[in-house]
Antibody, heavy 120, light 108 residues
């Protein structure tokens, strides 16, 4: 059974940092890309970042480029999202999702999400 | 960036009725499109990929169709558990991977 468990969210002041983690199990982790999607309360889904199965190819939406960094540890089956210089508009539920292949395409399993609130 | 526009924003229907949801892309996505269902307080769930292939465990009442820039998700006979928000997502031209703004299917 595929399981994705996010951690690391919480309340942070504008300009601060957080690191989200997503621990995966139930599949061959290194064979699949992983993606972060966020959703502001009451709003729609927004793709944030993705990383290929090997970890060699990271991708970012324009609004987080230079501020967020996605990495993965294939020995521990964890994907990370390091979020720096956080802004109020980054406040959202952040979902970790497993891609259906080694490169990001569509997302066949999702974690339950974790809330990030950026506020003073 | 490919923009996906879903319509209608809200669909009010009764159980047993047929639901037809639309997703229009700003350019041809070559059937490289997925649909997700999201219920309140839950993560999204993959329903359809490749425009028309049901994901594992998805009931046959859900079907996807379309081509080019126009795609449809049909729920043949709404069950109580189908009232939710539905999103389309393209993976034809990336990054970024983009979602539509969602269609809420509510009980009439």
């Amino acid at each position: 059974e595929v399981q994705l468990l996010e951690s690391g969210g919480g309340l942070v002041q504008p300009g601060g940092s957080l690191r989200l983690s997503c621990a995966a199990s139930g599949f061959t982790f290194s064979s699949y890309a992983m993606t972060w999607v966020r959703q502001a309360p009451g709003k729609g889904l927004e793709w944030v970042s993705a990383i290929s199965g090997s970890g060699s190819h990271p991708y970012y939406t324009d609004s987080v480029k230079g501020r967020f960094t996605i990495t993965r540890d294939n020995s521990r089956n964890i994907v990370y999202l390091q979020m720096n210089s956080l802004r109020a508009e980054d406040s959202a539920f952040y979902y970790c999702a497993k891609d259906a292949s080694g490169f990001p395409y569509f997302f066949d399993f999702w974690g339950q999400g974790i809330l990030v609130t950026v506020s003073s | 960036e490919i923009v996906l526009t879903q319509s209608p924003a809200t669909l009010s229907l009764s159980p047993g009725e047929r639901a037809t949801l639309s997703c229009r892309a700003s350019q041809n996505v070559n059937n490289i499109l997925a649909w997700y269902q999201q219920k309140p307080g839950q993560a999204p769930r993959l329903l359809i990929y490749g425009a028309s292939t049901r994901a594992t465990g998805i009931p046959a009442r859900f079907s996807g169709s379309g081509s080019g820039t126009e795609y449809t998700l049909t729920i043949s006979s709404l069950q109580s558990e189908d009232f939710a928000v539905y999103y389309c997502q393209q993976y034809s031209n990336w990054p970024p991977w983009t979602f539509g703004q969602g269609t809420k299917v509510e009980i009439k």
